[in-house]
């Protein structure tokens, strides 16, 4: 079965950098695009990143475009989102997801991690 | 960007009952849409995607049909293990991906 495995969340203060893990395993981590989508507490979900199989091509939401990034090592199984200059509307748990689709990034989401927590708060 | 309003917001229904829930787009997004669910405490899990496709595993009771601008995720009886909150996904204005707001759906 697929396993996402995200870390890295914890308590920040506004304006100061953080970098979250996802660690993928039981499927063919390298043939798939990675997405990040957040939950802000009590609200609904917001696509994040994206990042291409290869690595090569990357998007994000505009809220979050300058500020953070989307990173990959297919040679770890992992994806990486650097948060940079954090605001307190960054304040979520933070999920991976595996694009549905083999090779190319088609933007619906069938597996999930279990999600990290981001505070930021002074 | 393309803005989903789901209805109704909250559902109430008792186990064997039929629920149907909405997603409309501000703008067409063809069959490009997506239904989660997400339990309490828990990750969203990909129910429908391109509109009508079940998603693996998902059982034979959850269905969606609609295109353009109207949408519809059907469970044809309800079981408790349904409650839960439903959101749709568009991927049609790729890469800016939205989500519905979601309905809340309980059982009586």
């Known amino acids: 079965q697929v396993q996402l495995v995200e870390s890295g969340g914890g308590v920040v203060q506004p304006g100061r950098s953080l970098r979250l893990s996802c660690a993928a395993s039981?499927?063919?981590?390298?043939?798939?695009?990675m997405h990040w989508v957040r939950q802000a507490p009590g609200r609904g979900l917001e696509w994040v990143a994206v990042?291409?199989?290869?690595?090569?091509?990357?998007h994000s939401a505009d809220s979050v475009k300058g500020r953070f990034t989307i990173s990959r090592d297919n040679s770890k199984n992992t994806v990486y989102l650097q948060m940079n200059s954090l605001r307190t509307e960054d304040t979520a748990v933070y999920y991976c997801?595996?694009?549905?689709?083999?090779?190319?990034?088609?933007?619906?989401?069938?597996?999930w991690g279990q999600g990290t927590l981001v505070t930021v708060s002074s | 960007e393309v803005v989903l309003t789901q209805s109704p917001a909250t559902l109430s229904l008792s186990p064997g009952e039929r629920a149907t829930l909405s997603c409309r787009a501000s703008?067409?997004?063809?069959?490009?849409l997506a239904w989660y669910q997400q339990k309490p405490g828990q990750a969203p899990r990909l129910l429908i995607y391109?509109?009508?496709n079940r998603a693996t595993g998902i059982p034979a009771r959850f269905s969606g049909s609609g295109s353009g601008t109207d949408f519809t995720l059907t469970i044809s009886s309800l079981e408790p293990e349904d409650i839960a909150v439903y959101y749709c996904?568009?991927?049609?204005?790729?890469?800016?991906?939205?989500f519905g707001q979601g309905t809340r759906l309980d059982i009586k």
């Open positions: 997801a595996r694009d549905l689709h083999i090779a190319a990034a088609e933007y619906h989401f069938d597996c």
């Open positions: 039981r499927f063919t981590f390298s043939s798939y695009a």
């Open positions: 990042i291409a199989s290869d690595g090569r091509d990357k």
């Open positions: 703008q067409s997004v063809g069959r490009y």
């Open positions: 391109d509109a009508s």
């Open positions: 996904q568009q991927r049609s204005n790729w890469p800016q991906i939205t």
